[in-house]
């Protein structure tokens, strides 16, 4: 069973910005061969993929965030992060990483008000 733990959601302004984070509960090698990504859902919407990165390296992006989000994965730390730029009140949802679509946090809110 791997758990991860979400952090860093909050309520920003729209045009400012948040990085979050995702702590595994593996092992470190464990860790590295797996693809993790992160979701989103908003209310009374299905949830979605954000972003997107393989234990290669390759990155992927929803076309809704591409230029504004930015992935990155630290495997000593088991640590996946989403760094969240110009951010929009349509970003306002519960995001939520997952390791390979099988293990799911318990997700972390991302409000964008003025």
């Known amino acids: 069973q791997v758990q991860l733990v979400e952090s860093g959601g909050g309520l920003v302004q729209p045009g400012g910005s948040l990085s979050l984070s995702c702590v595994a509960s593996?092992?470190?090698?464990?860790?590295?061969?797996?693809?993790m990504a992160w979701y989103r859902q908003a209310p009374q919407k299905e949830r979605e993929v954000v972003a997107t990165i393989a234990a290669t390296g390759y990155i992927g992006y929803a076309d809704s965030v591409k230029g504004r989000f930015i992935i990155s994965r630290d495997n000593a730390k088991k640590t996946v992060y989403l760094q969240m730029n110009s951010l929009k009140p349509e970003d306002t949802a519960t995001y939520y990483c997952?390791?390979?679509?099988?293990?799911w946090g318990q997700g972390t809110q991302v409000t964008v008000s003025a």
């Open positions: 593996t092992s470190r090698l464990s860790f590295s061969v797996y693809d």
């Open positions: 997952s390791q390979s679509g099988q293990y």
